[in-house]
């Protein structure tokens, strides 16, 4: 098959080819998708229970142990987690990973009738359980909308409407909104009062029941007609219920409930969460677009809509962007592009320089078609443009031109020897094209491990493998065909026969070595496996990473005061520290959260649970690589100023944060017996000294105060606990006396205590409890005894159904958490542990564990591969052999290149290994193929080793060059640094294997003598 | 060959730096103390109670008639004799008048009786007749007499016009009640005191009373004990109990309406710990501890205490603790045992 031969004597069909990929190129690369992660489910399901006022060890056995059983049947089910709290479980299902996403929806239905078979075993009081499924949505566009000058209901207005026309906005998916600010009826009343009138709350809750449900009416036939008899129900909100009267009971007398009751409207006591923006209290729209679409688009049109939507709202509604994927997704992928023409023409000068500017031409030429075909199937196949696809090109680059410098360069120096452009380019692809085929698929091979692995990683890192195929596979094809073309059309044919240039410095230099290197070859082989020994020796002073932090100049400080506190607690503090914050240079907004997180604006970013003690200040600064700074003098100061609570600063990473990095779990039934398992584990924390934010997920225990019911009394005075549990409510937070529904918002009627002599406990001490039965009022203390103190546990974590605790702290500041948990381990582990308690690693340890383990089941099947193909392209063992020994030694430059640029190995530097190894093998086969083919063409072996090297020289060391050249730009890109810089030291030195350790090896392999007189002759 | 190759990567990953053994002597962490204080225990209780005239009487007509003057205004206070209402006297003025002459017409016959009879011309039965009719006429002269006074009623004692419940020119018949009259010189405070207060306080007659209407926190009187019930409430179960109010200040209650009253025992100097509510922690049960402050060795150390009241921002401490023990207040959560720390001062 002589495709160089066909490709230049039908030349337009070549052309035709690359006209399809150039325009089709340049219109994908418009229309193509746009995201900032790949589209990715997490497949989880929350299943929210509430129990109202059930202590969290009761909501643990009661609830929570019933969903978990009924969820535990299911055999997608990969891990458990549960939260018990005092009135309300939140159990936590992650599917298997290897389950598809466009399975989810029918798990999530039998996970549905699931929970709904066992509704019956839930006790009474229980609500039914409520599945959220759309936990992993993404809200990619967040906005925060600040209107000082409004009142809360307007807010609620105007967020209404602004939602209502974001949905008509093409390619959104949801709309959240967040922070609005709740209200609530409050009816303040003398409890004293009602109780010398007679009348009680049940009275009133009749009274107010019966008058502001909404009414039916009936209907009249009434000349073959029908005509609707309406009854008006309630409208104006206070005045309405004012004006309600009631009957005193007992007498012919009736009162209106403004004569007992003070109304007003107020924001509700208890907030569920707050949202604030640069200081001021706001309301968050939170948008996610659909998948699969340009969100750079759908972030322009929401943008669009809203000037729209705000020019018809009355001025003074601020918004201001929390975060928009738009914009980022835009900038990373227009940073990218700039990234990639940067590497294009950096890959094309080099050329330029080194082999001549026709050279330059034809690879470069080849490199940039196959770069736009690449972006054009990627389009057909619909592959999106986003971080990892961008680096999977990123990580081809240097493949990609490999193919093409071996042909070019080969017919080049074919042609200056005077050979016509037809018998050159035939030579050389014939010569090189399984070779090159064969190394390409290696290479792809290399990839394989992580594109197909069958789980969450797979899923997330498809698109690497994806583009990685079509981009080698598209290389080669265009190097065999375009580049004869191109070479054809821009490489002079030199004279004929003529005799060898002499050799340059450059070569002379490079014999020298080499012979050098064969003469002493054993003494070269010692030398090499000495340094690939110390390579690896060192490889431990290199930083341990697992994802790099993101360039987004977004940080987050969390805060947790104690578990007991009161949301409003919390809203004092937060406001405080939002002071602080916002006092410090280099901040260019500031968003705070009370009370709960903030939505998932980007997949990396996982959401704590709702919780009154937590808080989430999301900080922009207006410099990236300021913020490990910012993030540390801003946690200090917090602390400083409020030592009460605890501050933790994390910023935000590429990848999937899994919250702390260092934790440890430990897991058992006595939650003493966990806590001081905990505390111990704390304890060899704090005593490191360097180690930061240590603390528990189970937090502090929070104070109960039991008032006791006494039956005898109670049954005397006929006090039911209904009566006694309203009492209670009425004098503490507020009893719900009824609703009031107004337009599209239903307000809560609470009755609140108005005798404000004592405080809230003393009150209810000396209070009255109406007895529904002898219609009286007694004395609170008659039908209660003892308050009892206790304390009890706020949230009881559980891990697949068994109580966990987990420890969770940070690495100390300047060094990674593989450093910080390396020095501490041992410690933890060696914590006895009492019989049936176990301890497992979670945080980074884990998520790297299980990244590598998903690695490691689909790399062996890769090198399996590679090695199969290797072995098939020689029909021999000792050339594979040589090549699989000189694979381990490519580590040595790595190392050097991170120890030098002191950059941690993580997951990223790990591809750039994987993409060093099909570099260094395809080097190694064309050269091994090269030397085999000289051998066959009659050569000495001796002379043909030697001559076959000194021709590879160029076109290795040129690869070389220009894959380091292309990939330099990225050093600043933070995402990519790490790997550019394994790619980087690894393929320096990978040149100087294939040339000198490959001679070496195959002269050793096949007992052949090199003497110097051959090298230099 | 490819196994050990992954086998060496994955290795290489987890290789490690050695693990240095240093052992460094962290700085004391500065915390914030309180000291557990001695406080005086004062039960106090809040009673909803009703307001009533120590002495309350209804004023009624003992004789019938139309009413011809009142001067019953609420609310206005009245001296005692001062005339409240008056029923036309026309009626019995002729009684008395018609009994006045039945019975001087009797006198005159018992005197002409009298002397016939001593003259021996008369019966005796005939002097005894005169005698009786005498005796009878001047009977029915007082009674028309006193029917007469009975038009006018006066004011019994000082008082307050509590309500009135006739008209002018209204009839009235015997036994109508024309006012409430209310002794106001003291003021009753009556309320239900629970079983266990009552108990809990049997015999203790010590006791701090004050008492103030709903909506005026802000005027507050002392009350003193009258009395109280020794059988409870049938269906509350609870024992009435009275306290009164003196002096001027009772003008400005009235009867009826709904006052609290608040007491306060003194029992016998009780005294407990009291420390800062944040102090405390969660013990391995349901109790609490604290932090303690050991100043020998200026670390802290947990101990357990029971609580057994919450008042304002403090608990108070049943034992665990001694009086000047001091506590970590702030941030407790992140305390532990044998933490080295340092009192926090407030520099000036």
């Known amino acids: ?1017 | 060959m490819n196994r050990i190759l992954l086998l060496v990567l994955v290795l290489l990953m987890q290789a490690c730096s050695e693990p240095e053994e240093v052992s460094k002597e962290v700085a004391p962490v500065v915390v914030q103390l309180s000291a557990a204080r001695l406080t005086h225990l004062s039960n106090s209780y809040q009673f909803p109670a009703t307001v009533s005239a120590v002495k309350s009487v209804d004023l009624k007509f003992e004789v019938s008639g139309r009413l011809i003057y009142e001067s019953l205004t609420e609310g206005s206070q009245v001296k005692k004799g001062q005339v409240l209402a008056k029923i036309d006297p026309a009626p019995f003025q002729r009684k008395v008048d018609e009994s006045r002459i039945r019975h001087e017409d009797a006198k005159r016959n018992l005197k002409r009786i009298k002397d016939v009879f001593e003259k021996n011309v008369a019966s005796q039965r005939d002097y005894d007749d005169a005698k009786s009719q005498y005796s009878l006429t001047k009977i029915a002269l007082a009674k028309a007499e006193q029917d007469l006074s009975y038009c006018t009623i006066r004011a019994p004692f000082d008082a307050v016009i509590g309500a009135r419940y006739i008209e002018n020119d209204s009839l009235i018949r015997v036994g109508d009640t024309l006012a409430n009259l209310q002794d106001r010189s003291k003021l009753h405070f009556t309320f239900e005191v629970p079983e266990r207060i009552m108990t809990a306080n049997a015999g203790n007659r010590d006791v701090k009373a004050t008492a103030h209407i709903i909506g005026q926190e802000d005027k507050v009187f002392d009350i003193h004990y009258v009395e109280h019930k020794t059988t409870p409430d049938p269906i509350t179960q609870t024992y009435g109990a009275t306290f009164a109010l003196q002096g001027e200040a009772t003008k400005l209650f009235y009867q009826g309406s709904r006052a609290i009253v608040n007491i306060k025992g003194n029992i016998a100097q009780a005294q407990a710990l009291a420390i800062p509510l944040s102090a405390l922690v969660g013990d391995r049960d349901s109790g609490f501890s604290v932090w303690r402050f050991d100043d020998t060795q200026s670390r802290i150390n947990k101990v357990d205490v029971k609580v057994t009241d919450i008042q304002g921002n403090y608990a108070l401490i049943a034992k665990g603790l001694n009086e000047g023990d001091k506590v970590v207040s702030a941030a407790v959560g992140q305390m532990r045992e044998g933490l080295a720390v340092r009192e926090y001062k407030a520099s000036y």
């Open chain 1, 1 to 1017: 098959m002589d495709i160089a031969r066909y490709s230049l004597t039908k030349p337009i069909n070549i052309w035709l080819m690359s006209l399809c990929f150039i325009i089709g190129g340049m219109l994908a690369m418009s229309k193509i998708g746009r995201l900032e992660d790949p589209a990715f489910t997490i497949k989880q399901a929350v299943i929210l229970t509430y129990y109202p006022g059930a202590s969290a060890e009761k909501v643990e056995k009661e609830v929570t142990e019933q969903v978990e059983t009924a969820l535990q049947q299911m055999w997608q089910l990969d891990t458990l987690r549960s939260v018990s709290k005092p009135g309300f479980s939140r159990v936590t299902m992650e599917i298997k990973p290897n389950i598809d996403g466009p399975h989810l929806p029918q798990i999530w239905d039998e996970l549905r009738k699931r929970l709904r078979d066992i509704r019956h075993e839930l006790p009474i009081g229980a609500s039914a359980p409520i599945v959220v499924d759309d936990f992993g949505d993404v809200y990619g566009i967040y906005y925060a909308l600040s209107a000082p000058d409004f009142s809360a209901e307007q807010m609620r207005e105007f967020s209404r409407i602004i939602r209502r026309e974001v949905l008509t906005v093409d390619g959104v998916a949801k709309v959240k909104i967040g922070g609005i600010l709740e209200e609530e009826i409050v009816a303040k009343i003398d409890s004293f009062q009602i109780s010398g009138l007679g009348l009680s709350f049940p009275d009133i809750q009749q009274v107010l029941a019966n008058n502001l449900k909404p009414f039916s009416g009936g209907r009249l036939y009434v000349g073959d007609k029908q005509i609707r008899l309406p009854v008006e129900s309630a409208t104006n909100k206070i005045e309405e219920i004012e004006n309600l009267s009631m009957v005193i009971p007992g007498k012919n007398a009736s009162i209106k409930i403004k004569d007992i009751a003070q109304l007003s409207i107020q924001p509700v006591a208890i907030p569920k969460g707050l949202k604030r923006f640069n200081g001021e209290s706001a309301i968050t729209l939170a948008i996610s677009a659909q998948s699969d679409i340009n969100v750079v688009d759908v972030g322009k049109n929401i943008a669009n809509k809203l000037d729209e939507v705000l020019a018809n709202l009355p001025a003074g509604i601020e918004v201001a962007n929390i975060y928009n994927q738009a914009q980022v997704v835009d900038e990373s992928v227009d940073g990218f592009i700039l990234n990639l023409e940067v590497s294009v023409a950096v890959v094309t000068l080099a050329l330029c320089l080194f082999m001549g500017w026709r050279s330059g031409i034809v690879v470069g030429g080849t490199l940039l078609i196959t770069v736009l075909g690449t972006v054009l199937i990627m389009w057909l196949y619909d592959l999106q443009l986003q971080r990892i696809s961008l680096g999977a090109m990123v990580i081809a680059m240097g493949m990609l031109v490999d193919n093409a410098i071996v042909v070019a360069e080969g017919m080049m120096l074919r042609m200056e020897k005077g050979k016509s452009a037809m018998e050159s380019a035939s030579y050389i692809v014939k010569r090189t094209q399984w070779p090159l085929l064969g190394a390409t698929i290696i290479g792809i091979a290399a990839f394989s491990g992580i594109g197909l692995s069958d789980d969450a990683t797979g899923e997330f890192l498809f698109s690497l493998f994806a583009v990685v195929l079509i981009s080698l596979l598209l290389s080669w094809i265009l190097a065999v065909t375009l580049t004869p073309l191109l070479g054809k059309y821009f490489y002079q044919v030199g004279k004929e026969q003529q005799t060898a240039s002499a050799p340059s410095f450059f070569h002379r230099a490079y014999l020298t070595v080499l012979g050098k290197a064969l003469q002493w070859r054993y003494v070269t082989l010692a030398l090499l496996v000495v340094i690939t020994l110390g390579a690896y020796a060192s490889f431990g002073a290199i930083k341990q990473g697992f994802f790099p932090l993101s360039n987004t100049p977004v940080f987050f400080i969390h805060y947790w005061g104690p578990q007991d506190s009161d949301i409003r607690a919390t809203e004092k503090y937060m406001k405080q520290g939002e002071q602080l914050i916002l006092d410090t240079d280099g901040i260019e907004s500031l968003s705070t959260f009370i009370g709960e997180s903030s939505e998932r604006f980007t997949l990396v970013f996982g959401p704590e649970l709702p919780n009154e003690s937590y808080g989430l200040f999301l900080v922009r600064a207006f410099d990236a690589s300021a913020i490990p700074e910012l993030a540390k003098t801003i946690a200090i100061k917090l602390r400083e100023a409020n030592p009460n609570s605890s501050f933790y600063p994390e910023i935000m990473q590429f990848g999937p944060g899994a919250g702390a990095k260092i934790q440890a779990r430990f897991s058992g039934q006595d939650p003493a017996v966990l806590r001081d398992l905990a505390e111990q584990a704390k304890a060899i924390y704090f005593q490191d000294g360097k180690i930061r934010d240590i603390r528990d997920d189970w937090r502090e225990k929070g104070i109960v105060l039991a008032p006791e019911y006494d039956d005898i009394a109670a049954g005397i005075a006929g006090v039911s606990r209904s009566d006694f549990s309203q009492a209670i409510k009425f004098y503490t937070d507020g009893l719900q006396i009824g609703q009031l529904q107004d337009g599209d918002y239903l307000y809560p009627i609470i009755a609140r205590n108005s005798n404000v002599t004592l405080d809230k406990l003393a009150s209810l001490k000396n209070s009255l409890v109406w007895s529904s039965s002898q219609r009286k009022y007694v004395p609170f203390k008659q039908v209660s005894g003892e308050m009892n103190y206790a304390t009890e546990e706020l949230l009881i974590n559980r891990r697949d159904r068994v109580r966990t605790i987990t420890v969770k702290a940070e690495a100390g500041y300047g060094e990674t958490t593989g450093e910080a948990f390396n020095r501490t381990y041992q410690q933890v582990e060696a914590i006895a542990l009492p019989e049936g308690y176990k301890l497992e690693w979670g945080g980074e340890y884990e998520s790297s564990r299980k990244a590598q383990a998903a690695l490691g089941q689909g790399l062996p099947l890769g090198f399996l591969v590679m090695f199969i193909i290797s072995v098939l392209l020689f029909g021999r063992a000792r050339q594979p052999l040589i090549i699989w020994l000189i694979v381990p030694m490519a580590v040595v430059g790595v190392v050097a290149g991170l120890l030098l640029a002191d950059l941690p190995f993580g997951f990223m530097s790990l591809l750039g290994f994987l993409s060093l190894f099909g570099m260094l093998i395809k080097n190694a086969i064309v050269l091994l193929e090269e030397i085999d083919l000289q051998i066959q063409e009659g050569k000495a072996q001796a002379q043909a080793i030697v001559e076959a090297s000194l021709s590879r020289l160029r076109p290795v060391s040129l690869a070389a060059i220009t894959t380091i050249l292309g990939v330099m730009p990225l050093i600043f890109d933070p995402f990519f640094a790490d790997m550019s810089v394994t790619i980087m030291g690894g393929l320096a030195f990978a040149t100087i294997l294939t040339m000198i350790a490959v001679p070496v090896l195959y002269s050793i392999f096949y007992r052949i003598k090199v003497q110097s007189t051959t090298v230099n002759s």
